[in-house]
């Protein structure tokens, strides 16, 4: 009864080991890498399916296949090289890695990389010999992408490349390098020297920069990170070849680390021609705008009394007088002054003295009136002012002129040589109505400072509402 | 006859039993057909591995210990199965793989009642099966020497196309077993259909 029980315990252990090793085969059936054992004459003795999907066979016609017939010449000797190498028994290595070339059953089944692990398993039976078994990856995928990812690097409009620690060039990672650079060959080349050949006026930053790679070489990574700010020095560099080629470029460099240690370092150019060239553009039309506007300036400003000239009053008056007349301005007055006496004081004194009472004028204009307010001088020394106003008060325009008339006979005025003068204005005020324009106010304007002037001078005569 | 006469004599007798019994018992199994043994199967190099999966057997006595093995495909069973039962296309590996486990635990057991009609009682194991390259009895060359142990293969042809048997035996004592024949036992009444 024992031995009943023995035995068909054992039976039970045998049956559980049975079914183990069909599930350890099945899982080497179903791994996605090729699978394939082979004995001493390199025949299949077991193959999973990735083997059978990739030859196009079964399970069965899989074995006794020469697995060497799969590569070409060529891979064949290197296979049988690490063959050899492995099932010498003198030999301590017990795997081989290689990348081969599966060939395939057929010509017209492309050939496939493959990267191989190879193992010696050693021999269990003296017919099979040194047995090995082999794992293989296909890498078509990783070669795909591998391309793809090189494609987009060599046509995107960057220049990537890799330097060593000395600055020299030992990859080029985009074909826009050498255009870049305008130079056809790169590997070996000083970076520095082809840099520094279009930018002589850099020389310092360019020293600094690549000595400070150097430097860091080799140091800790956090060794760069600290200094890497130095090298925002060179911002934007010009490369210029023959026939007039000039392109201008912005070097940013990064390191590659080993072991958390810098080894060698990436360097990405950026094409900045267009940029530059449109900022170059933008400064050209700014100066263009300002040198206009100081044209302008010049053109509508009058340069001793600061004040606008005739060639502004026309336009910026009419647009008030338009506005008036559409009720946006409660009221518009036009003053115009006329210095007193103006004329002997050129004579008296000189017209440099003269030119000093204008200027002098115009600073008190200038000084009693707002923004919005438009001061003219009209001609010699004669001024008008149109002087918009909203405020509820009426006659705000005789006010200002008042305080102008007042303010410019109490303030003596230097006329050079130690030399003080007093000096008066009259002037004559007029109000907008309806019909007026421009011509029509001055003249009335211009009529008021006539009375002004009749009447004594140094006085403002303003026009009445009825006109008077 | 002097001890290595007698061995060699003992490894003949039993070299020619097994292989009678697989046939005898191949021809059973697959419905009484007719089944043909290829001694040196010319298609075959050393060292190649017979088919995928491999069902075997362990007999064991005082004198003598064997390993019998019997190498299959799978589909050649089951392209066989589908000439007798059209509904037998569904079987799994499984059950073609039981199907054969089933054939050489039969032919251990005519080896096994051969020897009990000598009086010497043979104990035989379940059989089992496993495939891969695990060929660990593949020793099919005879070992020269002092012949104690052996190891013999060849093919069965039948209406399962072909299949292999091997055998690997250990003669454990020096007694005269080339008295030990089949006598005409007659295949086993009852056909068994195993599937």
């Known amino acids: 009864m024992s031995n009943n029980n023995e035995l068909q315990a054992s039976h039970r252990v045998l049956s559980m080991l049975e079914s183990a090793c069909e599930y350890n085969e099945q899982i080497l059936d179903d791994i996605p890498s090729v699978f394939v054992v082979l004995n001493q004459h390199n025949r299949v003795i077991r193959a999973n399916k990735a083997f059978c999907d990739l030859v196009g066979c079964t399970m069965e016609t899989a074995l006794h296949l020469d697995f060497t017939a799969f590569f070409t010449s060529e891979n064949r000797d290197i296979l049988l090289h690490h063959f050899s190498h492995l099932r010498d028994d003198s030999n301590r290595d017990t795997n081989a890695r290689v990348k081969l070339e599966f060939a395939g059953t057929s010509e017209d089944q492309p050939a496939k990389p493959f990267f191989w692990r190879i193992f010696r398993l050693g021999s269990v039976s003296e017919a099979e010999g040194q047995v090995i078994s082999m794992v293989g990856d296909d890498l078509s995928g990783l070669y795909q992408s591998e391309l793809k990812l090189m494609s987009i690097f060599s046509s995107i409009p960057l220049g990537l490349m890799v330097l060593d620690s000395q600055g020299r060039i030992t990859e080029v990672l985009s074909e826009y390098c050498h255009v870049l650079l305008n130079q056809r060959t790169l590997i070996g080349e000083s970076l520095y020297s082809i840099l520094l050949r279009s930018n002589p006026d850099q020389e310092r930053e360019l020293t600094d920069a690549f000595d400070l790679l150097r430097e860091c070489a080799g140091q800790f990574m956090p060794h760069f990170g600290a200094r890497e700010a130095e090298l925002g020095r060179i911002s934007q560099l010009k490369i210029e070849g023959p026939s007039g080629f000039e392109k201008w470029i912005k070097p940013r460099i990064q390191p590659i680390a080993k072991n958390n240690t810098v080894d060698r370092y990436m360097v990405t150019l950026e094409d900045i021609t267009a940029s530059f060239l449109a900022q170059r553009q933008i400064e050209k039309a700014d100066l263009l705008g300002k040198q206009a506007q100081a044209l302008y300036e010049c053109a509508i400003r009058d340069p001793l009394s600061g004040l606008y000239t005739r060639l502004f009053m026309n336009d910026s008056i009419s647009r008030l007088i338009a506005s008036a007349k559409r009720d946006n301005i409660r009221e518009l007055a036009i003053v115009m002054f006329d210095l007193d006496n103006f004329k002997s004081v050129n004579d008296t004194y000189g017209h440099d003295a003269g030119d000093r009472v204008i200027k002098a004028f115009g600073n008190i204009i200038r000084a009693c009136t707002r923004d919005t307010d438009i001061s003219v001088r009209y001609g010699g020394e004669e001024f008008v002012l149109a002087l918009p106003c909203n405020e509820t008060h009426e006659q705000g325009g005789a006010i200002v002129a008042d305080r102008i008339r007042a303010k410019l006979a109490d303030t003596p005025i230097d006329i050079g040589k130690g030399q003080m003068l007093r000096v008066t204005t009259s002037s004559g005020v007029a109000y907008c109505q309806k019909n007026d324009t421009l011509e029509t106010l001055l003249h009335r304007a211009d009529k008021y400072l006539y009375v002004a002037k009749h009447n004594g001078k140094n006085r403002v005569c303003v026009e009445t509402s009825e006109g008077e | ?195």
């Not at chain 2, 009678?20 to 043909?36: I, R």
């Not at chain 2, 793989?97 to 039969?106: A, T, Y």
């Open chain 2, 1 to 195: 006859m002097d001890a290595d006469a007698v061995t060699q004599a003992s490894v003949d007798s039993l070299r020619k039993l097994l292989r009678d019994a697989s046939v005898v018992q191949a021809s059973q199994y697959f419905d009484g057909q007719n089944v043909t043994l290829i001694s040196d199967p010319p298609d075959h190099q050393l060292g190649q591995v017979l088919a995928r999966y491999i069902a075997m057997v362990l007999l064991t006595c005082e004198e003598l210990r064997i390993v019998f093995k019997v190498h299959f495909n799978p589909e050649q069973i089951r392209a066989y199965r589908q000439t007798k039962r059209a509904s037998d296309t569904d079987l799994t590996d499984k059950q073609l793989v039981d199907f054969m486990k089933e054939l050489s635990n039969q032919m251990g057991g005519r080896v096994c009642r051969i020897f009990d009609a000598h009086q010497i009682s043979m104990g035989m194991s379940v059989p089992l099966c496993t495939r891969g390259i695990y060929e660990i009895y593949a020793d099919y060359q005879a070992k020269t020497g002092a012949v104690t142990k052996f190891g013999d293969f060849w093919r069965l042809e039948g209406p399962f196309d072909g299949i292999y048997c091997s055998c690997y035996v250990e003669l454990l004592g020096k007694n005269d077993l080339s008295n030990i024949k089949a006598e005409d036992e007659e295949a086993q009444e009852g056909e068994l259909d195993f599937l």
